[in-house]
């Protein structure tokens, strides 16, 4: 039954929590460093939120929003939502998790945490929110029910519109589909069936990434999604899009990118926004884009944003010519 699966993940991630929470929520680096459990979430944030966020909300500015974080453990990613919105409802089951969020979080004024009961967001109005998040949690829950209540509830929140982010297990590997199923690790799933679980719960999928993997990551949206305004360059439909400069997929995900590059915009506003990861080993460069100059001078997810465009063809320059392709994610017009 899914209440005795919510009692033993609560019982198990206390227990974890109080053990170690930084250790289970995020594996560190190994480098002793105090500030890594910090970084890895913006730098996650980073990754699977900021660039996105036109999308995500449909264009709105993010300080108009509201949104809500599932599984936020002690908040290493709560922090950076609650930069960019104007309120987030981080929840989690355990209450150790939520203890040490709001001590390591005190100061953050339009963040509110909750222990949930470990499937629903009954702490949430129902239509009040514009997205909701959730990364690195349903992958522990061994539940499919609990796992779809979860999907349920996040439609019930959203409002019309809005957005679903979320990372599943999608590993289909004999050896873990055989493994018993616990509170680390959890149920697992293929496209067809997240595809299936999301329909009906009313959501229509933006994006799916990493399907086969362990971090398969989906976008969905509550009522009928338009691809306008974006690109997304792992997927199909985007191909048409991408004039020159650009490698294969990877995981449908991102595709490399050199330099110079073209892409095919549409939409009708003027503020053109781009994503891009640069590696360490190529990492310090001049970006030259719809008319502005940026300079890249650290490796990861850089987002950067050009007013004033009404360019339907958008060039991409990196210079020096990058020895290693940045990972192009995203560009689109708001």
């Known amino acids: 039954m899914p209440e005795d699966w919510n009692r033993r993940m609560r019982q198990d991630w206390d227990a ?36 996105y966020i036109p999308i995500l909300l449909n264009g709105r500015e993010s300080a108009a929003c509201r949104a809500v974080e599932i599984g936020c453990g002690i908040g290493r990613m709560t922090e950076y939502f609650a930069r960019d919105f104007a309120h987030i409802d981080a929840i989690d089951v355990a209450p150790a998790m939520i203890e040490g969020a709001r001590k390591r979080l005190g100061h953050v004024t339009n963040a509110a945490f909750h222990v949930g009961a470990g499937s629903d967001l009954a702490a949430v109005t129902s239509e009040s929110v514009d997205l909701v998040f ?9 539940s499919r029910a609990v796992i779809e209540g979860y999907v349920h509830e996040a439609a019930r929140v959203l409002r019309s519109g809005g957005a679903f982010k979320f990372q599943l297990n999608g590993d289909q590997s004999d ?66 899009f991408l004039l020159s400069g650009f490698g294969p997929a990877v995981d449908n995900s991102w595709r490399p990118i050199s330099t110079p590059a073209r892409v095919q915009l549409n939409g009708s506003g003027s503020r053109v926004y781009l994503g891009l990861y640069f590696w360490q080993q190529s990492c310090h ?20 944003v050009c007013d004033d465009s009404s360019e339907s063809q958008v060039e991409i320059l990196i210079e020096p010519a990058p020895s290693k392709l940045p990972a192009f994610r995203v560009i689109g017009r708001v």
């Open 16 to 51: 974890r929590a109080r053990q170690d929470a930084e250790h289970f929520i995020y594996t560190r680096d190994g480098s002793g460093d105090v500030d890594d459990f910090a970084r890895s979430g913006e730098a996650n944030y980073n990754q699977l939120v900021r660039p």
């Open 134 to 142: 959730s990364y690195i949690v349903f992958q522990h829950i061994p």
């Open 175 to 240: 050896e873990y589909l055989k493994h018993p199923r616990d509170t680390w690790l959890g149920e697992t799933f293929s496209v067809s069936e997240a595809t299936a679980m999301l329909a009906r719960a009313g959501f229509h999928i933006v994006s799916m990434e990493g399907a086969g993997t362990q971090y398969f990551v989906i976008t969905a949206r509550k009522g009928p999604v338009e691809h306008t305004g974006y690109v997304l360059p792992g997927e199909p439909w985007a191909e048409q």
């Open 285 to 304: 460069h001049r970006l030259t884009f719809c008319g502005r100059v940026f300079d890249v001078t650290s490796a990861g997810d850089h987002f950067f």
